[in-house]
């Protein structure tokens, strides 16, 4: 486990951000959740498990790694219709299931998301809403740096609430078309997964303390974590966009607080995997160690050199990272 970083930037700032070692990132804490927090995320909940999502299963796009790729599509809250990629086993039958969320450059394919981190498994890759060709909406705008000022001027239209909802609509598409994963069919308790990585780790930490169809996540360098501290520290992300925001309109504050990854995931008592970063210049490495430090259940960390940058020893990197996610999920995700 890497201890402290010093990589070579030209960025006029440093994305280490003055933590020279775990120890201290250990020590960033979650900000304090608003009164009805949790009432405002269970409301939010109970309306997306009303959606009828309507799945639809495209044709086999491609096939790999003993996965059958389908195009799908599926309703998600206001109506909105998604779409995405869904992963079969070409063989055998569907004994795991994962919902995998992407990061904010959007979703073009599948890419190395897949095969997903169990055999057996089925996984459903949404586009959230205004991202990439299959996530498109009209009026959404799907440049990131847009995309994350969307609504912002209240909680309730905020479009980072209506993307969490998105993965609660993604989880009962994809145990509708893989009926092995519904509550009727998983006597031995939970069994679905979640993958998020830098906007899907954020969005997972926001989603999956209040869906009980879960029982384990991987959150890597995931972003909203602690917004007190992103709207100081500067960022190459989203992030800077809502820094700029925030500058004229310093009321956002008030909106930001229900949707603070760190404070939620005090309430996220899943079995969590968080992959955090010690230098990155788009998601600072002190609100992605705030989320970890924040979790309420077992977690697990694995410290990562660099995110959002390319390093020596990256692909080493991700490929402990691909065996301990392989690892972790086996250990915790009951089999049929």
């Known amino acids: 486990m890497a201890s402290s970083v010093a990589l070579s930037h030209a960025f006029p700032f440093d994305p280490s951000y003055g933590h020279g070692s775990v120890d201290t990132l250990l020590g960033v804490p979650a900000p304090p959740a608003p009164e009805d927090f949790d009432a405002f995320w269970r409301e939010r909940y109970a309306r997306a498990r009303?959606?009828?999502?309507?799945?639809?299963?495209?044709?086999?796009?491609?096939?790999?790694?003993?996965?059958?790729?389908?195009?799908?599509?599926?309703?998600?809250?206001?109506?909105?219709r998604l779409g995405g990629w869904l992963a079969l086993p070409a063989e055998g039958p569907v004994r795991h299931g994962f919902v995998v969320g992407h990061g904010y450059g959007g979703r073009q394919g599948p890419g190395r998301d897949l095969p997903p981190p169990l055999p057996g498994s089925a996984a459903i890759l949404p586009c959230a809403r205004g991202m990439?060709?299959?996530?498109?909406?009209?009026?959404?705008?799907?440049?990131?740096?847009?995309?994350?000022?969307?609504?912002?001027?209240?909680r309730d239209t905020y479009v980072i609430g209506?993307?969490?909802?998105?993965?609660?609509?993604?989880?009962?598409?994809?145990?509708?078309?893989?009926p092995e994963l519904s509550a009727a069919g998983r006597p031995g308790g939970p069994r679905l997964g979640y993958l998020g990585e830098s906007?899907?780790?954020?969005?997972?930490?926001?989603?999956?303390?209040?869906?009980?169809?879960?029982?384990?996540?991987?959150?890597t360098v995931p972003t909203f974590g602690n917004h007190p501290l992103r709207l100081i520290l500067p960022c190459v992300g989203s992030g800077e966009a809502v820094r700029a925001h925030h500058r004229e309109h310093p009321e956002v504050t008030d909106v930001l607080r229900y949707f603070?990854?760190?404070?939620?995931?005090?309430?996220?008592?899943l079995p969590t995997l968080v992959a955090a970063a010690l230098f990155d210049p788009a998601v600072p490495p002190p609100g992605q160690f705030a989320v970890y430090n924040a979790l309420a259940g077992e977690r697990e960390l694995q410290v990562l050199t660099a995110g959002h940058f390319a390093y020596r020893g990256m692909t080493a990197q991700a490929a402990e990272l691909d065996a301990n996610r392989t690892r972790f999920f086996g250990e915790r995700l009951t089999a049929v």
């Open 50 to 80: 009303a959606v009828a999502t309507r799945p639809e299963l495209g044709p086999v796009e491609d096939e790999r790694d003993g996965v059958r790729v389908h195009r799908v599509a599926y309703t998600s809250v206001g109506g909105v």
């Open 132 to 154: 990439g060709e299959r996530g498109r909406v009209d009026g959404l705008p799907d440049l990131a740096a847009d995309h994350v000022l969307h609504g912002i001027g209240s």
């Open 162 to 178: 209506d993307c969490a909802a998105d993965l609660w609509c993604a989880a009962s598409a994809l145990t509708e078309l893989a």
């Open 199 to 219: 906007f899907g780790g954020g969005l997972g930490a926001l989603a999956l303390p209040w869906d009980d169809r879960f029982g384990a996540a991987q959150l």
């Open 260 to 269: 603070d990854a760190a404070t939620a995931a005090t309430r996220l008592t």
